[in-house]
Protein backbone atom coordinates (compact mmCIF):
# COMPACT_ATOMS: atom_id res chain seq x y z
CA UNK A 1 0.00 0.00 0.00
CA UNK A 2 1.46 3.44 -1.05
CA UNK A 3 0.68 6.69 -0.03
CA UNK A 4 0.12 9.48 -2.85
CA UNK A 5 3.82 11.26 -3.14
CA UNK A 6 3.64 14.75 -2.61
CA UNK A 7 5.59 15.91 -5.96
CA UNK A 8 5.83 18.88 -7.69
CA UNK A 9 2.95 20.11 -8.24
CA UNK A 10 2.29 20.92 -11.97
CA UNK A 11 0.52 23.13 -14.09
CA UNK A 12 -3.17 21.58 -14.26
CA UNK A 13 -5.72 24.26 -13.56
CA UNK A 14 -5.73 25.78 -16.96
CA UNK A 15 -6.34 22.34 -18.50
CA UNK A 16 -8.51 20.94 -15.89
CA UNK A 17 -11.15 19.62 -16.90
CA UNK A 18 -13.65 21.96 -16.22
CA UNK A 19 -16.79 19.86 -14.98
CA UNK A 20 -18.92 21.77 -13.21
CA UNK A 21 -19.60 24.15 -16.38
CA UNK A 22 -19.74 21.01 -18.21
CA UNK A 23 -22.99 19.70 -15.39
CA UNK A 24 -24.63 23.12 -15.52
CA UNK A 25 -24.53 23.48 -19.42
CA UNK A 26 -25.82 19.52 -18.93
CA UNK A 27 -28.61 20.34 -16.13
CA UNK A 28 -29.89 23.55 -18.16
CA UNK A 29 -30.50 21.43 -21.51
CA UNK A 30 -31.88 18.41 -19.63
CA UNK A 31 -34.16 20.86 -18.05
CA UNK A 32 -35.09 22.62 -21.73
CA UNK A 33 -35.47 19.18 -23.05
CA UNK A 34 -38.38 18.59 -20.16
CA UNK A 35 -40.00 21.27 -20.34
CA UNK A 36 -40.29 21.33 -24.08
CA UNK A 37 -41.24 17.63 -23.36
CA UNK A 38 -44.07 19.02 -21.11
CA UNK A 39 -45.06 21.73 -23.37
CA UNK A 40 -45.35 19.59 -26.24
CA UNK A 41 -47.16 16.28 -24.84
CA UNK A 42 -47.91 16.94 -21.46
CA UNK A 43 -49.58 20.59 -21.88
CA UNK A 44 -53.11 19.78 -21.26
CA UNK A 45 -53.32 17.20 -18.30
CA UNK A 46 -56.85 16.12 -17.99
CA UNK A 47 -56.17 16.11 -14.03
CA UNK A 48 -54.63 19.37 -13.03
CA UNK A 49 -53.68 19.06 -9.61
CA UNK A 50 -54.90 15.87 -9.04
CA UNK A 51 -58.37 15.89 -9.92
CA UNK A 52 -60.79 16.06 -12.39
CA UNK A 53 -64.23 17.21 -13.01
CA UNK A 54 -66.94 14.49 -10.64
CA UNK A 55 -68.55 14.22 -14.00
CA UNK A 56 -65.55 12.71 -15.87
CA UNK A 57 -64.99 10.59 -13.00
CA UNK A 58 -68.57 9.19 -12.68
CA UNK A 59 -68.93 8.46 -16.48
CA UNK A 60 -65.48 6.79 -16.15
CA UNK A 61 -66.06 4.33 -13.24
CA UNK A 62 -70.22 4.26 -13.39
CA UNK A 63 -70.85 4.97 -17.00
CA UNK A 64 -72.21 2.60 -19.74
CA UNK A 65 -70.67 3.98 -22.89
CA UNK A 66 -67.52 1.64 -24.16
CA UNK A 67 -65.43 5.10 -24.19
CA UNK A 68 -67.26 7.63 -22.21
CA UNK A 69 -64.57 10.42 -22.13
CA UNK A 70 -63.86 12.00 -25.64
CA UNK A 71 -60.20 11.90 -26.09
CA UNK A 72 -58.30 14.85 -25.81
CA UNK A 73 -56.83 15.56 -29.12
CA UNK A 74 -53.58 14.85 -30.16
CA UNK A 75 -52.99 19.01 -31.24
CA UNK A 76 -52.27 20.88 -28.27
CA UNK A 77 -53.78 24.51 -29.90
CA UNK A 78 -52.31 27.43 -30.83
CA UNK A 79 -49.32 27.17 -28.57
CA UNK A 80 -48.16 24.51 -30.35
CA UNK A 81 -48.69 25.67 -33.91
CA UNK A 82 -44.93 26.87 -34.85
CA UNK A 83 -45.92 28.87 -37.81
CA UNK A 84 -47.87 31.12 -36.19
CA UNK B 1 -46.66 -8.10 -27.81
CA UNK B 2 -47.92 -4.64 -27.35
CA UNK B 3 -51.03 -3.91 -29.44
CA UNK B 4 -49.84 -0.35 -31.03
CA UNK B 5 -53.53 1.26 -29.89
CA UNK B 6 -53.66 -0.05 -26.66
CA UNK B 7 -53.20 2.87 -25.10
CA UNK B 8 -53.23 1.28 -21.21
CA UNK B 9 -50.00 -1.18 -22.09
CA UNK B 10 -48.58 1.59 -23.83
CA UNK B 11 -48.95 4.00 -20.73
CA UNK B 12 -47.59 1.34 -18.49
CA UNK B 13 -44.61 1.21 -20.90
CA UNK B 14 -44.01 4.54 -20.55
CA UNK B 15 -44.17 5.22 -16.86
CA UNK B 16 -42.32 1.99 -16.60
CA UNK B 17 -39.35 3.23 -19.24
CA UNK B 18 -39.13 6.34 -16.91
CA UNK B 19 -39.46 5.40 -13.67
CA UNK B 20 -36.59 2.40 -14.60
CA UNK B 21 -34.39 5.33 -15.85
CA UNK B 22 -35.16 7.71 -13.27
CA UNK B 23 -33.66 4.17 -10.89
CA UNK B 24 -30.68 3.83 -12.61
CA UNK B 25 -29.31 7.55 -11.03
CA UNK B 26 -31.16 7.19 -7.51
CA UNK B 27 -29.30 4.18 -5.90
CA UNK B 28 -25.94 5.37 -6.92
CA UNK B 29 -26.83 8.55 -5.05
CA UNK B 30 -28.07 6.50 -2.10
CA UNK B 31 -24.94 4.69 -1.75
CA UNK B 32 -22.31 6.92 -2.81
CA UNK B 33 -23.04 9.37 -0.12
CA UNK B 34 -22.89 7.18 2.86
CA UNK B 35 -19.00 6.71 1.30
CA UNK B 36 -18.36 9.67 1.58
CA UNK B 37 -19.30 9.89 5.05
CA UNK B 38 -17.05 7.67 5.56
CA UNK B 39 -14.13 8.65 3.46
CA UNK B 40 -14.22 12.51 5.51
CA UNK B 41 -14.79 11.01 8.54
CA UNK B 42 -11.70 9.17 8.27
CA UNK B 43 -10.08 12.28 6.92
CA UNK B 44 -10.93 14.02 9.74
CA UNK B 45 -10.38 11.00 12.13
CA UNK B 46 -7.00 11.07 10.97
CA UNK B 47 -5.74 14.16 8.83
CA UNK B 48 -4.24 11.89 5.80
CA UNK B 49 -4.82 13.44 2.40
CA UNK B 50 -5.39 10.65 0.79
CA UNK B 51 -8.86 10.26 2.52
CA UNK B 52 -9.48 14.00 1.70
CA UNK B 53 -8.63 13.03 -2.11
CA UNK B 54 -10.98 10.19 -2.23
CA UNK B 55 -13.97 12.21 -0.62
CA UNK B 56 -13.61 14.60 -3.32
CA UNK B 57 -12.97 12.23 -6.12
CA UNK B 58 -15.97 10.31 -5.17
CA UNK B 59 -17.89 13.29 -4.58
CA UNK B 60 -17.13 14.55 -8.16
CA UNK B 61 -18.51 10.99 -9.67
CA UNK B 62 -21.47 11.17 -7.02
CA UNK B 63 -21.42 15.02 -8.37
CA UNK B 64 -22.01 13.87 -12.04
CA UNK B 65 -24.94 11.54 -11.28
CA UNK B 66 -26.78 13.68 -9.03
CA UNK B 67 -26.40 16.12 -11.99
CA UNK B 68 -27.33 13.41 -14.72
CA UNK B 69 -30.43 12.34 -12.33
CA UNK B 70 -31.74 15.28 -10.83
CA UNK B 71 -35.28 16.06 -12.45
CA UNK B 72 -35.31 12.71 -14.63
CA UNK B 73 -38.40 11.78 -12.03
CA UNK B 74 -40.05 15.18 -13.50
CA UNK B 75 -41.77 13.46 -16.68
CA UNK B 76 -43.63 10.87 -14.07
CA UNK B 77 -45.17 13.52 -12.85
CA UNK B 78 -46.08 15.20 -16.02
CA UNK B 79 -47.92 11.68 -16.77
CA UNK B 80 -49.92 11.12 -13.46
CA UNK B 81 -52.47 14.62 -14.89
CA UNK B 82 -52.02 13.25 -19.07
CA UNK B 83 -51.71 9.64 -18.78
CA UNK B 84 -52.98 8.80 -15.52
CA UNK B 85 -55.99 10.90 -15.03
CA UNK B 86 -58.20 8.20 -13.29
CA UNK B 87 -55.07 7.12 -11.24
CA UNK B 88 -54.09 10.66 -10.41
CA UNK B 89 -57.61 12.16 -9.06
CA UNK B 90 -58.23 8.59 -7.14
CA UNK B 91 -54.84 9.11 -5.07
CA UNK B 92 -54.51 12.71 -5.04
CA UNK B 93 -55.50 13.71 -1.40
CA UNK B 94 -53.05 10.43 -0.26
CA UNK B 95 -49.88 11.31 -2.58
CA UNK B 96 -50.16 15.19 -2.18
CA UNK B 97 -48.19 15.10 1.75
CA UNK B 98 -45.59 12.89 1.04
CA UNK B 99 -45.16 14.31 -2.67
CA UNK B 100 -44.33 17.49 -1.29
CA UNK B 101 -42.25 16.89 1.18
CA UNK B 102 -39.98 15.02 -0.98
CA UNK B 103 -40.57 17.56 -3.09
CA UNK B 104 -39.15 19.83 -0.42
CA UNK B 105 -36.36 17.45 0.71
CA UNK B 106 -34.97 17.16 -2.64
CA UNK B 107 -34.95 20.68 -4.18
CA UNK B 108 -34.09 22.84 -0.15
CA UNK B 109 -31.94 20.47 1.98
CA UNK B 110 -30.39 17.79 -0.95
CA UNK B 111 -29.71 20.97 -3.06
CA UNK B 112 -28.39 22.86 -0.36
CA UNK B 113 -26.10 20.61 0.92
CA UNK B 114 -24.54 19.18 -2.48
CA UNK B 115 -23.74 23.10 -3.23
CA UNK B 116 -21.98 23.46 0.59
CA UNK B 117 -20.43 20.01 -0.02
CA UNK B 118 -18.77 20.95 -3.50
CA UNK B 119 -18.13 24.61 -2.84
CA UNK B 120 -17.14 24.40 1.01
CA UNK B 121 -13.94 22.67 1.22
CA UNK B 122 -12.13 26.44 1.52
CA UNK B 123 -14.32 27.84 3.49
CA UNK B 124 -15.80 25.40 6.10
CA UNK B 125 -13.66 23.58 8.80
CA UNK B 126 -13.11 19.72 7.98
CA UNK B 127 -15.52 18.92 10.77
CA UNK B 128 -18.45 21.37 9.34
CA UNK B 129 -17.59 20.07 6.14
CA UNK B 130 -17.87 16.47 7.18
CA UNK B 131 -21.14 17.54 8.90
CA UNK B 132 -22.44 18.84 5.63
CA UNK B 133 -21.31 15.70 3.94
CA UNK B 134 -23.49 13.88 6.75
CA UNK B 135 -26.72 15.90 5.83
CA UNK B 136 -26.52 15.57 1.89
CA UNK B 137 -26.24 11.87 2.61
CA UNK B 138 -29.64 12.04 5.21
CA UNK B 139 -31.07 14.23 2.90
CA UNK B 140 -31.28 11.85 -0.08
CA UNK B 141 -31.94 8.95 1.89
CA UNK B 142 -34.65 10.70 3.79
CA UNK B 143 -35.90 11.80 0.05
CA UNK B 144 -36.19 8.26 -1.06
CA UNK B 145 -38.45 7.74 1.66
CA UNK B 146 -41.24 9.47 1.08
CA UNK B 147 -41.43 8.90 -2.48
CA UNK B 148 -41.17 5.33 -1.33
CA UNK B 149 -44.51 6.17 1.15
CA UNK B 150 -46.39 6.84 -1.87
CA UNK B 151 -45.19 3.51 -3.56
CA UNK B 152 -46.50 1.17 -0.01
CA UNK B 153 -49.55 3.29 -0.57
CA UNK B 154 -50.47 1.40 -3.78
CA UNK B 155 -49.47 -1.75 -2.85
CA UNK B 156 -51.06 -1.78 0.47
CA UNK B 157 -53.60 1.31 0.51
CA UNK B 158 -54.03 1.85 4.57
CA UNK B 159 -55.44 5.08 6.65
CA UNK B 160 -57.81 5.61 3.35
CA UNK B 161 -61.25 5.14 2.18
CA UNK B 162 -63.40 5.42 -0.64
CA UNK B 163 -65.99 8.77 -0.68
CA UNK B 164 -68.75 8.00 -3.08
CA UNK B 165 -69.64 11.87 -2.79
CA UNK B 166 -66.41 13.03 -4.18
CA UNK B 167 -65.60 9.38 -6.27
CA UNK B 168 -61.98 9.35 -5.14
CA UNK B 169 -60.10 7.70 -1.84
CA UNK B 170 -59.54 10.10 1.07
CA UNK B 171 -57.07 10.25 3.61
CA UNK B 172 -58.23 9.01 7.57
CA UNK B 173 -55.28 8.25 9.00
CA UNK B 174 -52.02 9.84 7.89
CA UNK B 175 -49.76 8.08 10.84
CA UNK B 176 -51.04 5.08 8.86
CA UNK B 177 -50.02 6.07 5.50
CA UNK B 178 -46.53 7.12 7.13
CA UNK B 179 -46.16 3.76 9.31
CA UNK B 180 -47.24 1.57 6.58
CA UNK B 181 -45.17 -1.85 6.91
CA UNK B 182 -44.71 -2.23 3.67
CA UNK B 183 -43.66 1.53 3.44
CA UNK B 184 -41.19 0.62 6.23
CA UNK B 185 -39.77 -2.79 4.89
CA UNK B 186 -39.62 -1.24 1.24
CA UNK B 187 -38.03 1.70 2.44
CA UNK B 188 -34.93 0.23 3.95
CA UNK B 189 -34.60 -2.81 1.49
CA UNK B 190 -34.62 0.00 -0.96
CA UNK B 191 -32.12 2.12 0.61
CA UNK B 192 -29.58 -0.80 1.63
CA UNK B 193 -29.72 -2.17 -2.19
CA UNK B 194 -28.59 1.26 -3.00
CA UNK B 195 -25.87 0.91 0.09
CA UNK B 196 -24.63 -2.19 -2.19
CA UNK B 197 -24.76 0.11 -5.49
CA UNK B 198 -22.30 2.55 -4.55
CA UNK B 199 -19.97 0.33 -2.83
CA UNK B 200 -20.04 -1.94 -5.56
CA UNK B 201 -19.49 1.24 -7.81
CA UNK B 202 -16.15 2.03 -5.66
CA UNK B 203 -15.22 -1.27 -4.81
CA UNK B 204 -15.59 -2.43 -8.96
CA UNK B 205 -13.58 1.10 -10.14
CA UNK B 206 -10.82 0.76 -7.30
CA UNK B 207 -10.18 -2.91 -8.30
CA UNK B 208 -9.62 -1.52 -11.84
CA UNK B 209 -7.30 0.88 -10.45
CA UNK B 210 -5.29 -2.39 -8.68
CA UNK B 211 -5.26 -4.41 -11.54
CA UNK B 212 -3.92 -1.36 -13.88
CA UNK B 213 -1.56 -1.02 -10.63
CA UNK B 214 -2.11 3.20 -10.76
CA UNK B 215 -2.67 4.99 -7.70
CA UNK B 216 -2.73 2.02 -5.23
CA UNK B 217 -2.57 3.87 -1.67
CA UNK B 218 -5.55 5.60 -2.87
CA UNK B 219 -7.46 2.32 -4.63
CA UNK B 220 -6.39 -0.04 -1.79
CA UNK B 221 -8.23 2.06 1.01
CA UNK B 222 -11.33 2.83 -1.05
CA UNK B 223 -11.27 -0.61 -1.86
CA UNK B 224 -11.34 -1.18 1.63
CA UNK B 225 -13.99 1.28 2.57
CA UNK B 226 -16.21 -0.15 -0.41
CA UNK B 227 -15.59 -3.74 0.65
CA UNK B 228 -16.68 -3.65 4.55
CA UNK B 229 -19.61 -1.10 3.55
CA UNK B 230 -20.89 -2.94 1.04
CA UNK B 231 -20.43 -6.98 2.90
CA UNK B 232 -22.56 -4.88 5.68
CA UNK B 233 -25.03 -3.51 2.79
CA UNK B 234 -25.37 -6.78 1.19
CA UNK B 235 -26.17 -8.70 4.42
CA UNK B 236 -28.67 -6.10 5.19
CA UNK B 237 -30.46 -6.21 1.90
CA UNK B 238 -30.46 -9.67 2.19
CA UNK B 239 -31.84 -9.71 5.62
CA UNK B 240 -34.33 -6.69 4.59
CA UNK B 241 -35.56 -8.14 1.19
CA UNK B 242 -36.67 -11.25 3.31
CA UNK B 243 -38.81 -9.00 5.88
CA UNK B 244 -40.04 -7.58 2.76
CA UNK B 245 -40.79 -10.42 1.70
CA UNK B 246 -42.55 -11.53 4.69
CA UNK B 247 -44.76 -7.92 4.99
CA UNK B 248 -45.82 -9.19 1.16
CA UNK B 249 -46.66 -12.29 2.40
CA UNK B 250 -49.04 -10.48 4.89
CA UNK B 251 -50.99 -8.38 2.60
CA UNK B 252 -50.23 -9.33 -0.80
CA UNK B 253 -50.94 -12.44 -1.06
CA UNK B 254 -51.42 -12.68 -4.71
CA UNK B 255 -47.82 -11.16 -5.77
CA UNK B 256 -46.29 -13.58 -3.13
CA UNK B 257 -48.16 -16.55 -4.69
CA UNK B 258 -46.95 -15.64 -8.33
CA UNK B 259 -43.44 -14.80 -7.00
CA UNK B 260 -42.96 -18.63 -6.26
CA UNK B 261 -45.44 -20.17 -8.61
CA UNK B 262 -47.74 -21.98 -5.77
CA UNK B 263 -50.63 -22.90 -7.33
CA UNK B 264 -52.02 -24.78 -4.72
CA UNK B 265 -52.05 -24.15 -0.94
CA UNK B 266 -50.19 -26.86 0.68
CA UNK B 267 -49.71 -27.98 4.35
CA UNK B 268 -47.74 -25.76 6.16
CA UNK B 269 -44.61 -25.27 6.38
CA UNK B 270 -44.66 -24.72 2.97
CA UNK B 271 -42.05 -26.28 0.39
CA UNK B 272 -39.95 -23.69 -1.88
CA UNK B 273 -39.65 -23.55 -5.09
CA UNK B 274 -36.11 -23.03 -6.32
CA UNK B 275 -36.52 -23.61 -9.68
CA UNK B 276 -38.87 -24.45 -12.39
CA UNK B 277 -41.06 -23.87 -15.42
CA UNK B 278 -44.25 -21.94 -14.48
CA UNK B 279 -47.01 -23.04 -16.58
CA UNK B 280 -49.96 -20.78 -15.96
CA UNK B 281 -52.03 -22.16 -18.36
CA UNK B 282 -52.13 -25.33 -16.87
CA UNK B 283 -51.59 -23.71 -13.56
CA UNK B 284 -48.56 -26.03 -12.33
CA UNK B 285 -44.62 -25.70 -11.94
CA UNK B 286 -42.93 -28.02 -14.46
CA UNK B 287 -39.71 -29.86 -13.25
CA UNK B 288 -40.03 -28.13 -9.90
CA UNK B 289 -36.64 -28.50 -7.42
CA UNK B 290 -38.33 -27.71 -3.98
CA UNK B 291 -36.52 -27.02 -0.60
CA UNK B 292 -39.35 -28.96 1.96
CA UNK B 293 -40.54 -26.42 4.55
CA UNK B 294 -38.40 -23.21 3.60
CA UNK B 295 -41.13 -21.26 1.77
CA UNK B 296 -43.75 -21.89 4.98
CA UNK B 297 -40.74 -20.13 7.42
CA UNK B 298 -39.60 -17.57 5.22
CA UNK B 299 -42.95 -15.98 4.39
CA UNK B 300 -44.93 -16.94 7.44
CA UNK B 301 -42.40 -17.40 9.69
CA UNK B 302 -44.55 -20.11 11.03
CA UNK B 303 -44.77 -24.01 10.90
CA UNK B 304 -48.42 -23.92 10.89
CA UNK B 305 -49.54 -21.00 8.59
CA UNK B 306 -49.73 -22.18 4.99
CA UNK B 307 -49.39 -19.92 2.51
CA UNK B 308 -52.31 -19.58 0.08
CA UNK B 309 -51.91 -20.85 -3.61
CA UNK B 310 -53.27 -19.05 -6.92
CA UNK B 311 -56.10 -21.45 -7.47
CA UNK B 312 -57.40 -20.50 -3.62
CA UNK B 313 -56.97 -17.09 -4.05
CA UNK B 314 -59.01 -17.12 -7.19
CA UNK B 315 -61.63 -18.47 -5.85
CA UNK B 316 -61.56 -15.80 -2.88
CA UNK B 317 -61.45 -13.63 -5.75
CA UNK B 318 -64.51 -15.08 -7.62
CA UNK B 319 -66.32 -14.31 -3.94
CA UNK B 320 -65.03 -10.68 -4.16
CA UNK B 321 -66.06 -9.88 -7.51
CA UNK B 322 -69.40 -11.04 -7.08
CA UNK B 323 -69.60 -8.88 -3.94
CA UNK B 324 -68.03 -5.60 -6.00
CA UNK B 325 -70.76 -5.96 -8.13
CA UNK B 326 -73.11 -5.35 -5.61
CA UNK B 327 -70.85 -1.93 -3.93
CA UNK B 328 -71.47 -1.15 -7.96
CA UNK B 329 -74.80 -1.66 -8.04
CA UNK B 330 -75.24 0.30 -4.69
CA UNK B 331 -72.83 3.31 -6.20
CA UNK B 332 -74.72 4.01 -9.41
CA UNK B 333 -78.06 4.24 -6.77
CA UNK B 334 -76.34 6.21 -4.77
CA UNK B 335 -74.94 8.37 -7.27
CA UNK B 336 -78.18 9.16 -9.27
CA UNK B 337 -79.87 10.02 -5.76
CA UNK B 338 -81.25 7.10 -3.98
CA UNK B 339 -80.17 7.78 -0.83
CA UNK B 340 -82.45 5.13 1.11
CA UNK B 341 -81.16 3.34 3.92
CA UNK B 342 -80.96 -0.08 1.90
CA UNK B 343 -78.79 1.33 -0.84
CA UNK B 344 -76.31 2.81 1.81
CA UNK B 345 -76.06 -0.53 3.56
CA UNK B 346 -76.12 -2.48 0.53
CA UNK B 347 -72.61 -0.26 -0.38
CA UNK B 348 -71.30 -0.19 3.44
CA UNK B 349 -71.72 -4.01 3.44
CA UNK B 350 -69.50 -4.30 -0.03
CA UNK B 351 -68.00 -1.41 -0.53
CA UNK B 352 -64.51 -2.95 0.18
CA UNK B 353 -65.04 -5.07 -2.47
CA UNK B 354 -66.06 -2.10 -4.95
CA UNK B 355 -62.40 -2.20 -7.01
CA UNK B 356 -63.15 -6.30 -7.80
CA UNK B 357 -66.45 -5.44 -9.41
CA UNK B 358 -64.36 -2.59 -11.36
CA UNK B 359 -62.38 -5.54 -13.01
CA UNK B 360 -65.62 -6.17 -14.63
CA UNK B 361 -65.80 -2.79 -16.41
CA UNK B 362 -63.32 -4.71 -18.70
CA UNK B 363 -65.81 -6.88 -20.30
CA UNK B 364 -68.92 -5.36 -19.15
CA UNK B 365 -69.72 -1.51 -19.01
CA UNK B 366 -72.78 -2.24 -16.68
CA UNK B 367 -70.86 -4.66 -14.59
CA UNK B 368 -73.79 -6.06 -12.49
CA UNK B 369 -74.75 -7.80 -15.73
CA UNK B 370 -71.86 -9.73 -15.87
CA UNK B 371 -72.26 -13.14 -17.30
CA UNK B 372 -70.01 -16.35 -15.70
CA UNK B 373 -67.89 -16.16 -18.59
CA UNK B 374 -66.81 -12.42 -17.81
CA UNK B 375 -66.58 -13.33 -14.40
CA UNK B 376 -63.90 -15.42 -14.50
CA UNK B 377 -61.91 -13.64 -17.38
CA UNK B 378 -61.99 -11.31 -14.59
CA UNK B 379 -60.93 -13.58 -11.56
CA UNK B 380 -58.32 -15.00 -13.66
CA UNK B 381 -57.22 -11.33 -14.62
CA UNK B 382 -56.56 -10.67 -11.06
CA UNK B 383 -53.51 -12.95 -11.22
CA UNK B 384 -49.85 -11.40 -13.04
CA UNK B 385 -48.24 -13.85 -15.50
CA UNK B 386 -46.26 -15.76 -13.15
CA UNK B 387 -43.09 -16.91 -15.06
CA UNK B 388 -41.66 -12.94 -15.59
CA UNK B 389 -42.51 -13.12 -11.63
CA UNK B 390 -40.89 -16.38 -10.84
CA UNK B 391 -37.56 -15.37 -12.75
CA UNK B 392 -37.25 -11.46 -12.04
CA UNK B 393 -37.24 -12.52 -8.10
CA UNK B 394 -34.88 -15.14 -8.98
CA UNK B 395 -32.59 -13.12 -10.64
CA UNK B 396 -32.68 -10.75 -8.06
CA UNK B 397 -32.01 -12.68 -4.93
CA UNK B 398 -29.37 -14.48 -7.38
CA UNK B 399 -27.37 -11.24 -7.78
CA UNK B 400 -27.80 -10.91 -3.73
CA UNK B 401 -25.93 -13.66 -3.00
CA UNK B 402 -23.42 -13.13 -5.68
CA UNK B 403 -22.67 -9.45 -4.00
CA UNK B 404 -22.32 -10.93 -0.70
CA UNK B 405 -19.87 -13.39 -2.55
CA UNK B 406 -17.92 -10.61 -3.92
CA UNK B 407 -17.94 -8.04 -0.92
CA UNK B 408 -16.68 -10.87 1.38
CA UNK B 409 -14.23 -12.44 -0.31
CA UNK B 410 -12.69 -8.97 -0.77
CA UNK B 411 -12.85 -8.01 2.99
CA UNK B 412 -11.37 -11.85 3.94
CA UNK B 413 -8.45 -11.42 1.14
CA UNK B 414 -7.88 -7.72 1.91
CA UNK B 415 -8.01 -7.87 5.75
CA UNK B 416 -5.37 -11.14 5.36
CA UNK B 417 -3.55 -9.07 2.84
CA UNK B 418 -4.09 -11.93 -0.08
CA UNK B 419 -5.82 -9.45 -2.26
CA UNK B 420 -2.87 -8.89 -4.73
CA UNK B 421 -2.61 -11.97 -6.36
CA UNK B 422 -6.34 -13.15 -6.52
CA UNK B 423 -6.65 -10.99 -9.56
CA UNK B 424 -9.87 -13.28 -10.39
CA UNK B 425 -11.66 -11.45 -7.63
CA UNK B 426 -10.52 -7.94 -8.89
CA UNK B 427 -11.54 -8.85 -12.35
CA UNK B 428 -15.16 -10.19 -10.90
CA UNK B 429 -15.40 -6.60 -9.18
CA UNK B 430 -14.80 -4.71 -12.12
CA UNK B 431 -17.86 -6.72 -14.06
CA UNK B 432 -19.65 -6.70 -11.43
CA UNK B 433 -20.39 -2.79 -11.60
CA UNK B 434 -23.77 -2.91 -13.72
CA UNK B 435 -24.66 -6.07 -11.50
CA UNK B 436 -26.62 -3.91 -8.71
CA UNK B 437 -28.45 -1.82 -10.92
CA UNK B 438 -29.39 -5.02 -12.56
CA UNK B 439 -30.70 -6.44 -9.29
CA UNK B 440 -32.36 -3.18 -8.08
CA UNK B 441 -34.60 -2.69 -11.68
CA UNK B 442 -35.47 -6.72 -11.54
CA UNK B 443 -36.84 -5.76 -7.75
CA UNK B 444 -38.91 -2.86 -9.22
CA UNK B 445 -40.33 -5.13 -12.00
CA UNK B 446 -41.00 -7.48 -9.35
CA UNK B 447 -42.69 -4.98 -6.97
CA UNK B 448 -44.70 -2.99 -9.92
CA UNK B 449 -45.16 -5.64 -12.02
CA UNK B 450 -46.59 -8.40 -8.97
CA UNK B 451 -49.27 -5.58 -8.48
CA UNK B 452 -51.31 -6.16 -11.63
CA UNK B 453 -54.19 -5.21 -12.48
CA UNK B 454 -54.25 -3.24 -9.61
CA UNK B 455 -52.75 0.86 -9.74
CA UNK B 456 -53.95 0.52 -6.39
CA UNK B 457 -54.16 -3.23 -5.01
CA UNK B 458 -57.35 -4.13 -4.70
CA UNK B 459 -58.95 -0.86 -5.14
CA UNK B 460 -58.28 0.72 -8.46
CA UNK B 461 -57.92 -1.58 -11.40
CA UNK B 462 -55.40 -0.08 -14.26
CA UNK B 463 -57.20 -0.21 -17.17
CA UNK B 464 -59.53 2.76 -15.55
CA UNK B 465 -56.81 4.01 -14.04
CA UNK B 466 -55.25 5.95 -17.80
CA UNK B 467 -56.71 8.63 -19.37
CA UNK B 468 -59.08 8.75 -22.25
CA UNK B 469 -56.06 9.76 -24.37
CA UNK B 470 -55.32 8.45 -28.11
CA UNK B 471 -52.32 5.67 -28.47
CA UNK B 472 -50.73 8.30 -31.74
CA UNK B 473 -50.15 10.76 -28.25
CA UNK B 474 -49.05 8.22 -26.40
CA UNK B 475 -46.45 6.71 -28.61
CA UNK B 476 -45.04 10.08 -29.58
CA UNK B 477 -44.46 11.51 -26.15
CA UNK B 478 -43.53 8.02 -25.62
CA UNK B 479 -41.02 7.85 -28.14
CA UNK B 480 -39.74 11.74 -27.50
CA UNK B 481 -39.08 10.84 -24.23
CA UNK B 482 -36.94 8.03 -24.84
CA UNK B 483 -34.87 9.68 -27.23
CA UNK B 484 -34.39 12.14 -24.62
CA UNK B 485 -33.44 9.67 -21.94
CA UNK B 486 -31.54 7.62 -24.21
CA UNK B 487 -28.71 10.77 -25.11
CA UNK B 488 -28.71 11.57 -21.09
CA UNK B 489 -27.48 8.09 -20.71
CA UNK B 490 -24.70 8.58 -23.56
CA UNK B 491 -23.74 11.72 -21.78
CA UNK B 492 -23.65 10.31 -18.40
CA UNK B 493 -21.47 6.95 -19.49
CA UNK B 494 -19.60 9.78 -21.29
CA UNK B 495 -18.80 11.48 -17.99
CA UNK B 496 -18.30 9.14 -15.97
CA UNK B 497 -16.02 6.81 -18.46
CA UNK B 498 -14.21 10.43 -18.86
CA UNK B 499 -13.35 10.93 -14.94
CA UNK B 500 -12.78 7.10 -14.02
CA UNK B 501 -10.01 7.20 -16.65
CA UNK B 502 -8.63 10.54 -15.38
CA UNK B 503 -8.75 8.60 -11.57
CA UNK B 504 -7.77 10.89 -8.53
CA UNK B 505 -5.64 12.77 -11.35
CA UNK B 506 -8.73 14.81 -12.23
CA UNK B 507 -8.42 16.49 -8.93
CA UNK B 508 -5.40 18.33 -10.28
CA UNK B 509 -3.55 18.27 -6.90
CA UNK B 510 0.16 17.09 -8.81
CA UNK B 511 -0.28 13.74 -6.60
CA UNK B 512 -1.53 10.94 -8.88
CA UNK B 513 -1.09 8.96 -12.00
CA UNK B 514 0.33 10.31 -14.73
CA UNK B 515 -0.21 13.66 -13.40
CA UNK B 516 3.48 14.19 -13.42
CA UNK B 517 4.48 13.45 -16.72
CA UNK B 518 1.83 15.84 -17.81
CA UNK B 519 3.44 18.61 -16.11
Known sequence: MTDPEPGPRPALTTRRPRLWLELSVIVVVKLTLFFTAKHLWFSEPLARHMTIPQPQVEQQLLGTAAKPVPPVSPTRGASHDLTR | ?519
Not at chain 2, 181 to 188: G, M, N, S, Y
Not at chain 2, 207 to 218: H, N, V
Open chain 2, 1 to 519: MISPDDVVTLSRLQFALTAMFHFLFVPLTLGLSWILVICEAAYVMTGRQVYQDMTRFWGKLFGINFAMGVATGLTLEFQFGTNWAYYSHYVGDIFGVPLAIEGMMAFFLESTFIGLFFFGWNRLSPVKHLMVTTLLALGTNLSALWILIANAWMQNPVGAEFNYHTMRMELVSLSEVFFNPVAQAKFVHTVAAGYVTGAMFVLGISAFYLLRARDTGFAIRSFAIAAGFGLAASLSVIVLGDESGYTTGEVQKVKLAAIEAEWETHPAPAGLTLFGLPNQAEERTDYAVKVPYALGLIATRSVDEPVIGIKDLKRNHDLRIRRGMKAYEALVKLKAGDRSDAVLLQFEQHKADLGFGLLLKKYTPRVVDATEAQIAQAVSDTIPQVAPLFWAFRGMVGLGFLFLFIFGASFWYLARKQLAPRRWLLRLCVVAIPLPWVAAELGWFVAEYGRQPWTISGILPTHLSVSSIEASQVWTSLLGIGAIYLGLFVVEMYLMLKYIRLGPASLGTGRYHGEATTA
